[in-house]
C-alpha cells in the first residue's frame, strides 16, 4: 500500500481555508504559475524555479497529484520522458495567479541583487494589461527572453482560451509580436502605464502579422517600427515546449 503525503490542515469549515489547504504551502502557486505555461519535465520545472530544493520540488508534487491538481505521464517516442501538467481543476486557479499578481505588482520596482528573473514571469501581470491585442497570440520579446500570451479578447476577464507559454510560440505564427523591455512590462502591470502610452512613446512596438485581424487596432500602431528585434529559438525538446507549452488559437 503506498504511503499517502500527510497534509496539514487548518480544520475550519472555511471555502478559504479548504482551498489554502490545498495551495497554501510554499512554492505549491509558483509550481502551478510554471504549469500553467505547459506541461514541463522535472528538471526544467526545478531550473525555473531557483531557490527550492529537489526534496522539495518532489514533495510538492506529490502533494499536488493527491489532490488531483498535478498529474504526471510519459510523453511519446521518441521522447519517452515523463512530464508534469496541471489537471483541468489545477487550470482553474489561473484567476487566482492573477489576482495575486494584480495585487503584487505595486511591489514588484526594481529587481534586487538577489532576485532571479525570468521573462515569462512577466505573463501572468500582462494578461489584463495586454488585453487590447487580443483576440490571439502575442507574441513578447525582452532582452531577457521570450514568452508568448493566448488572449481571448472581449477584455480583461473574459476567460476562454486565455493562457500564456514559455519562449517562441509553437504555432503557425502569432497574431501580433510585441518588442519591449522589463521595465516597460513592470509598469503596465503595476498599471502607471497603458499599453497605448507605452506604444506612442516608443517603449513598446507593436507589429501585427499578415492576416491578422485589427491591422493597426487598439495599439495604435502599423508595421515593424522602432526597438530591434529580441533574438530566440524555439528549444522544441525542452520540458516546457514538450507537448506544446500553449496549442494554435482557433
Not at 152 to 173: A, I, S
Not at 217 to 246: I, N
Request: aromatic share 4%; glycine share 18%.
Amino acid at each position: 500500500m503506498s504511503r499517502q503525503p500527510r497534509r496539514r490542515s487548518y480544520d475550519q469549515h472555511c471555502a478559504a481555508a479548504r482551498a489554502l489547504d490545498l495551495v497554501g504551502d510554499r512554492w505549491t502557486l509558483l509550481v502551478v504559475r510554471e504549469l500553467l505555461a505547459g506541461p514541463r519535465r522535472y528538471t526544467d520545472l526545478h531550473a525555473d524555479l531557483p531557490g527550492v530544493s529537489t526534496d522539495m520540488l518532489a514533495g510538492r508534487l506529490k502533494d499536488m497529484e493527491a489532490t488531483g491538481l498535478v498529474e504526471r505521464r510519459r510523453l511519446a517516442p521518441p521522447a519517452s520522458a515523463y512530464v508534469y501538467e496541471l489537471t483541468p481543476r489545477g487550470r482553474t486557479l489561473l484567476p487566482v495567479l492573477r489576482a495575486l499578481a494584480a495585487w503584487g505588482a505595486p511591489e514588484l520596482g526594481e529587481p534586487r541583487p538577489t532576485d532571479a528573473v525570468r521573462a515569462h514571469w512577466y505573463a501572468v501581470p500582462l494578461l489584463g494589461a495586454l488585453a487590447p491585442l487580443g483576440p490571439g497570440v502575442v507574441q513578447v520579446s525582452l532582452a531577457e527572453g521570450e514568452f508568448h500570451l493566448r488572449l481571448p479578447g472581449g477584455g480583461e476577464g473574459t476567460g476562454g482560451d486565455e493562457g500564456y507559454g514559455d519562449g517562441v510560440y509553437g504555432g503557425p505564427g502569432p497574431d501580433v509580436r510585441l518588442r519591449t523591455d522589463a521595465a516597460t512590462c513592470r509598469a503596465l502591470a503595476e498599471g502607471t502605464l497603458t499599453l497605448a502610452e507605452a506604444t506612442a512613446s516608443g517603449r513598446a512596438v507593436v507589429e501585427r502579422t499578415a492576416g491578422a485581424d485589427g491591422a493597426g487596432g487598439a495599439d495604435g500602431t502599423g508595421g515593424a517600427e522602432g526597438m530591434g528585434g529580441a533574438g530566440g529559438a524555439d528549444d522544441a525538446g525542452g520540458a516546457r515546449r514538450a507537448g506544446g507549452a500553449v496549442q494554435p488559437v482557433g
